[in-house]
């Protein structure tokens, strides 16, 4: 079975995630909305700045 996310794309995430913990992962718009407390907001992070460069990330779900 190949795989949904690039394994670049699990190290944007990974680097979310450590970026969260040291506190300098911003939300918003050029990152003027502070800082992410959320996991979860973490994780979308990664995956979207990995879809800005191009890697191999599944489609954003479409809301219901």
């Given at each position: 079975m190949a795989r949904k996310y690039?394994?670049?794309a699990s190290?944007?995430?990974k680097s979310a995630m450590h970026r969260r913990k040291r506190g300098s992962l911003k939300r918003?718009?050029?990152g003027r909305?502070?800082?992410v407390k959320s996991r979860k907001q973490a994780i979308a992070?990664?995956?979207s700045e990995a879809r800005r460069k191009g890697k191999k990330v599944?489609?954003?779900?479409?809301?219901?």
């Open positions: 690039s394994r670049s190290k944007d995430v918003g718009k050029g909305g502070g800082t992070i990664g995956l599944p489609r954003k779900r479409s809301s219901r």
